[in-house]
């Protein structure tokens, strides 16, 4: 079975470009979410998506916003980049939301380096 | 709010020695608590979960940790280090639906 896949693996933007993210989850997992991981602040919950609905949202500004479509891939955008915005950016996937104990299998991340 | 703190932000330890974790947690109810490990550039596996059913919980490659509600605490331990054990480890515990929120993480250095 394939695990999650995140495409790009790495990308280099500059300020005020906007990026899109890409990930594919496994085959029969239904939600997706995405975290960033950076130095400082670790890693943060961005959002979650499951029948392609938000779930659930991360304290990030409007500029991180995401999508999922019906074959359960999702994609996420960031605005206007900024300097900070800097991380790897990690999706993980699951067969179901709202529930505690859901194993998360996490992709190997897109690097996403701001100029 | 449920949060997590790992006590160490780095462990050396020698191969074939124990290796000891330390993660506390904050939770008003009941948590669900999980340990991560990120190898260099990779993703994030999932080495165990608490799940209420026993508070020793076994996971992979050896690992286990023990829940214990006095404490506040969530451990992680291996009775014998490997090499292959080097890695960044980190205390996780689950908010509503799949929202994890992550420790700082604790990278674990073994030492021939």
């Known amino acids: 079975k394939a695990g999650v896949t995140q495409t790009p693996r790495y990308l280099i933007k500059t300020r005020g470009q906007q990026v899109t993210l890409s990930c594919s989850p496994i085959?029969?997992?239904?939600?997706v979410s995405w975290y960033q991981q950076t130095p400082g602040q670790g890693l943060q919950f961005l959002f979650e998506y499951f029948s392609e609905t938000q779930r659930n949202k991360g304290n990030f500004p409007g500029r991180f916003s995401g999508r999922q479509f019906s074959n359960s891939r999702s994609e996420m955008n960031v605005s206007t980049l900024e300097l900070g915005d800097s991380a790897l950016y990690l999706c993980?996937?699951?067969?179901?939301?709202?529930?505690?104990?859901?194993?998360?299998?996490f992709g190997p991340g897109t690097r996403l380096t701001v100029l | 709010a449920q949060s997590v703190t790992q006590l160490d932000s780095h462990v050396s330890v020698s191969e074939g020695t124990p290796v000891l974790l330390r993660c506390n947690y904050s939770?008003?109810?009941?948590?669900?608590l999980f340990w991560y490990v990120q190898h260099p550039n990779k993703g994030l596996q999932l080495l165990l979960k608490y799940t209420s059913a026993a508070t020793l919980v076994k996971g992979i490659n050896g690992f286990e940790a023990e829940f214990k509600k006095s404490e506040t605490s969530f451990h992680l331990t291996k009775p014998s280090a490997h090499m292959s054990d080097a890695a960044e480890y980190f205390c996780v515990v689950s908010l509503y639906g799949n929202k994890l929120v992550f420790g700082a993480g604790t990278i674990l250095r073994v030492k021939s």
């Open positions: 085959s029969g997992h239904r939600s």
């Open positions: 939770s008003s109810y009941s948590p669900s």
């Open positions: 993980a996937s699951s067969l179901t939301s709202g529930s505690d104990y859901n194993e998360q299998f």
